[in-house]
């Protein structure tokens, strides 16, 4: 048993009595991040997503992450954090407090966001700066195409693009948010909806619990569009064609049929991958191998899309006059077809990496990754508190009041920044974290339970309690991370 007092000890420890051998560190996670990269699972043209990192860590489930960073008191009398040192820099869960739709609070918004546009049913929207390029571009193509159709506009034809523009993007915020009140209908947390370059994104925060309310979640979104392609159309026949609002009118009535077309596909990350999912999981009852299904005809509509579209352009098929191989149109509908085939591909890969992550969810238990820990009073000397520790084998301290109440936990980080002979002069409350509600974990949480709570309060440390609120010891975030990984790089079952 390794020594409290040894600075930059972060091997997991034992549990409480009878005392077990935690969880051993694993391998570090490869690329940039190694683990604590923000997860991204999907990037789809009007379509819903959970995003995942390539590694994940644990408490970044549903785009959330553990960072490195120096721990900020919350205790006004806690002295300021020690000079980053290798042994004393400390790992501290960065994610925001959430409301009742999973949104983070407005005080800790995502800088990577891009713009605020509202809070419809709560949730935020952004726009990301992508957005304007898009935006730009579709003003320059179809005021060109406006030139032909109506010439007497003259340089108006672009701000009647532009009105285009904006219109097409209302229509996929439409989509989305009916992806979001299906969500919070089934009462899943919705982080935000944005708007970017393709299209736009509800982050989901959590998977449904039946194959039909993932169907009726996936489907709303393109039955939306649908409705939206409708309606135009009916607007379009009460004008007259040859004007702004009929050529307004049928541009948004084509767009919607080709978001509508384009997420039914059958492959995930599109909706219609997520609808033939929850069939396979419905017709199966293992919604692993209906993701790992609807991944694979993913990956078949990236390869369809990035050899397929280029050709039916040239051909004429879908109705436009066949075009000779070359020139700026050709490149243009390459770059298109390889920028679609990427996000599919990627999303489809990423899906499968999701539900990996899930399957392993249930080996992250409170109470196995536990360290032993024995009670202190606010003026025990650090060195006394330590050698107590070190004779009954525990890993932590836990400061009670004259009751034997817990009232604070001794961080880890701040023992190892206090020098050996300085030890016996320090008290344990100086180095202490006052308790919250939050900071106390029941020793039964187990999986994304267990990663909802650690999100919601972030520490490094928690007291890890029983039902009756016995002490049962301390759980160190960075035990839970590496417990994570380790189970990650294990072959998938």
Do not use: C
């Amino acid at each position: 048993m390794k020594s409290l007092a040894r600075e930059g000890d972060s091997e997991a420890g034992r549990t409480a009595p009878p005392p077990t051998e935690g969880v051993t560190p694993a391998a570090a996670a490869s690329g940039p991040g190694a683990g604590l990269v923000v997860m991204r699972e999907t990037l789809r043209p009007a379509a819903d997503s959970t995003r995942i990192p390539s590694t994940p860590s644990p408490l970044a489930l549903h785009d959330r992450s553990i960072t490195p960073r120096h721990h900020t008191a919350t205790n006004p009398h806690e002295p300021p954090a020690p000079p980053t040192t290798p042994d004393s820099t400390e790992r501290r869960t960065a994610v925001a407090d959430t409301d009742e739709t999973g949104e983070r609070a407005a005080k800790r918004s995502d800088p990577g966001g891009g713009l605020l546009m509202g809070r419809p049913f709560g949730v935020p929207v952004y726009v990301s700066p992508s957005w304007f390029l898009v935006a730009a571009l579709i003003t320059w193509v179809f005021g060109d195409q406006l030139d032909h159709v109506l010439p007497d506009l003259g340089p108006a034809r672009y701000l009647v693009s532009l009105f285009f523009a904006v219109a097409f993007y209302a229509s996929v915020l439409v989509h989305e948010l009916a992806h979001t009140i299906a969500a919070l209908r089934f009462k899943l947390p919705v982080r935000r909806i944005q708007l970017q370059f393709f299209g736009g994104v509800s982050e989901i925060e959590k998977e449904t619990e039946t194959p039909g309310r993932e169907f009726v979640l996936a489907f709303v979104g393109p039955l939306l569009s649908l409705v939206l392609a409708g309606a135009f159309y009916l607007g379009m026949n009460a004008v007259d064609p040859a004007t702004v609002p009929g050529v307004l009118l049928g541009g948004l009535m084509i767009s919607n049929l080709l978001v509508a077309a384009f997420n039914l596909l059958p492959g995930l990350p599109l909706d219609g991958g997520r609808m033939l999912r929850a069939l396979i999981w419905g017709i199966t009852g293992k919604p692993m191998t209906g993701t790992i299904a609807a991944a694979w005809v993913g990956r078949g509509l990236a390869v369809a899309v990035l050899i397929g579209l280029p050709l039916i352009t040239h051909t004429g098929v879908i109705g436009n006059r066949p075009q000779e191989i070359g020139g700026m149109n050709t490149v243009m509908d390459a770059l298109l077809a390889a920028i679609l085939a990427a996000i599919i591909w990627t999303g489809a890969g990423n899906s499968l990496r999701m539900a990996r992550l899930r399957e392993h969810l249930p080996e992250l238990q409170a109470r196995t990754l536990t360290r032993r820990a024995i009670p202190v009073e606010n003026a025990t000397p650090l060195s006394e508190a330590l050698r107590r520790a070190n004779e009954a084998g525990a890993r932590a301290l836990v400061v009670v009041d004259g009751h034997g109440d817990p009232i604070a936990l001794v961080r880890e980080s701040a023992i190892a920044s206090v020098p050996e002979h300085r030890r016996p002069w320090v008290a344990v409350s100086t180095l202490a974290q006052d308790l919250t509600d939050g900071m106390k974990v029941s020793a039964d949480l187990v999986g994304e339970e267990l990663l909802d709570h650690l999100r919601t309060t972030p520490a490094t440390e928690y007291l890890v309690v029983e039902t009756g609120g016995a002490i049962y010891g301390v759980l160190s975030a960075l035990d839970v991370e590496k417990a994570f990984v380790k189970a990650m790089a294990r072959p998938q079952s």
